[in-house]
T-cell receptor, first 114, second 112 residues
Framework: KAGVTQTPRYLIKTRGQQVTLSCSPI?????VSWYQQTPGQGLQFLFE???????NKGNFPGRFSGRQFSNSRSEMNVSTLELGDSALYLC?????????????FGSGTRLTVV | GESVGLHLPTLSVQEGDNSIINCAYS??????FIWYKQESGKGPQFIID?????DKRQGQRVTVLLNKTVKHLSLQIAATQPGDSAVYFC???????????FGAGTILRVKS
């Protein structure tokens, strides 16, 4: 059974640009959550999608957005990139979104903003 | 390799010794707790979980202890091996159960 797939693995962008990251969940999982990991702030929740609806959102500016498609694949977008957006972006998929059942992380996309 | 936590506390242990990693959680209303292991270049990997109605749970070579009075979790790893070297995070679940709040993490280094 394939795991959670995140693409691309590495990305370098320039300040002011925008970026789109992709997450393909485990087959049958309908929930995708996104987290940002930085050395300074650790792992922080960005948002969670279930059946194409955002159910929960963390404390991030509006430059961070996401969506989920009918096949449960999710994308997150960051507009007007800042140096501080450099981070490892992780997604987790689960059957229903409840963290105590089948919550599985991908390997992440490492974004570097220069 | 990549470093996920440049300023995290570090625990160095000798191969074969037992390791104890501690974590203070923030929300007394949290009712579900997880320990994750993260190796360089990978996402967090589930190790063991515990619900708030328990104070101890054992897995293979790992034990989690929960002290709700002082909002403290610990992860005990028996007979630590070089493959256990990683960053370890505790996480707590919100009441709605669909997001995790992570602790800062601890680097475990195992010396052979």
């Amino acid at each position: 059974k394939a795991g959670v797939t995140q693409t691309p693995r590495y990305l370098i962008k320039t300040r002011g640009q925008q970026v789109t990251l992709s997450c393909s969940p485990i087959s049958g999982h309908r929930s995708v959550s996104w987290y940002q990991q930085t050395p300074g702030q650790g792992l922080q929740f960005l948002f969670e999608y279930f059946s194409e609806t955002q159910r929960n959102k963390g404390n991030f500016p509006g430059r961070f957005s996401g969506r989920q498609f009918s096949n449960s694949r999710s994308e997150m977008n960051v507009s007007t990139l800042e140096l501080g957006d450099s981070a490892l972006y992780l997604c987790a998929s689960s059957p229903t979104g409840v963290v105590n059942y089948g919550y599985t992380f991908g390997s992440g996309t490492r974004l570097t903003v220069v | 390799g990549e470093s996920v936590g440049l300023h995290l506390p570090t625990l160095s242990v000798q191969e074969g010794d037992n390791s104890i990693i501690n974590c203070a959680y923030s929300n007394s209303a949290s009712d579900y707790f997880i320990w994750y292991k993260q190796e360089s270049g990978k996402g967090p990997q589930f190790i063991i979980d515990i619900r708030s109605n328990m104070d101890k749970r054992q897995g293979q070579r790992v034990t989690v202890l929960l002290n709700k009075t002082v909002k403290h979790l610990s992860l005990q790893i028996a007979a630590t091996q070089p493959g256990d070297s990683a960053v370890y995070f505790c996480a707590e679940s919100s009441r709605d159960g669909n997001k995790l709040v992570f602790g800062a993490g601890t680097i475990l280094r195992v010396k052979s």
